[in-house]
């Protein structure tokens, strides 16, 4: 166990809908991190932020957002959903946004799409 | 465009033998490298690289960076069939604030 949460586990959705994803991070970290892993494209880098703030912004869609709460805790929000969004969507946590600790991931979402 | 490549993407040993799984990448702004195990679900935390020719170790898995030939080595000595997984190299790019992954290489360690 990291100590990195998400829910829920599993969502099916049907296409053009929203969902959100949530994610709390180990404690005493203040950096979050998203990822969607499909088979083709393997672990891409979708956000990051920092205490709050977004920090960094990987291959994001326009129809994904996201934000950190004062609590830490993250939310990705996914609009429009089409059928390639089907995808594990991992949240990771670190100390701070250096690179100098190790990201910490959480057990993932499953999301399908149909 | 920055890259990290595994090598090979797919390995099948029986239990006992040593493997070692490579990993080179071309990244701007290195500030680590790290190895990962994912089995079923979300990638597990091996190893942190960060200063070349220092070993890391944890039981029968070691790894090593070599920051001027830039690549990476995982070694996994006397493997069991729990040692079957996919393991992911990653690099963190600072300027970026990332880690970009490798395809990993699937493991399957044979009775």
């Known amino acids: 166990d990291s100590g990195v949460t998400q829910t829920p586990k599993h969502l099916i959705t049907a296409t053009g809908q929203r969902v959100t994803l949530r994610c709390s991070p180990r404690?005493?970290?203040?950096?979050v991190y998203w990822y969607q892993q499909s088979l083709d494209q393997g672990l891409q880098f979708l956000i990051q932020?920092?205490?709050?703030?977004?920090?960094a912004k990987g291959n994001i869609l326009e129809r994904f957002s996201a934000q950190q709460f004062p609590d830490l805790h993250s939310e990705l929000n996914l609009s429009s959903l089409e059928l390639g969004d089907s995808a594990l969507y991992f949240c990771?946590?670190?100390?701070?946004?250096?690179?100098?600790?190790?990201?910490?991931f959480g057990p993932g979402t499953r999301l399908t799409v149909t | 465009e920055d890259k990290v490549v595994q090598s090979p993407l797919s390995l099948v040993v029986h239990e006992g033998d040593t493997v070692t799984l490579n990993c080179s990448y071309e990244?701007?702004?290195?500030?680590?490298l790290l190895w990962y195990k994912q089995e079923k679900k979300a990638p597990t935390f091996l190893f942190m690289l960060?200063?070349?020719?220092i070993e890391k170790k944890s039981g029968r898995l070691s790894s090593i960076l070599d920051k001027k030939e830039l690549f990476s080595i995982l070694n996994i000595t006397a493997t069991q069939t729990g040692d079957s997984a996919i393991y992911l190299c990653?690099?963190?790019?600072?300027?970026?604030?990332?880690?970009?992954f490798g395809k990993g290489t699937k493991l399957s360690v044979k009775p």
């Open positions: 990771a946590s670190s100390v701070d946004p250096s690179g100098s600790y190790e990201q910490y």
């Open positions: 990244v701007t702004n290195f500030r680590s």
């Open positions: 404690s005493g970290d203040l950096s």
């Open positions: 990653a690099v963190y790019r600072g300027s970026q604030g990332n880690l970009i």
């Open positions: 932020y920092y205490n709050g703030e977004e920090r």
């Open positions: 960060t200063s070349s020719g």
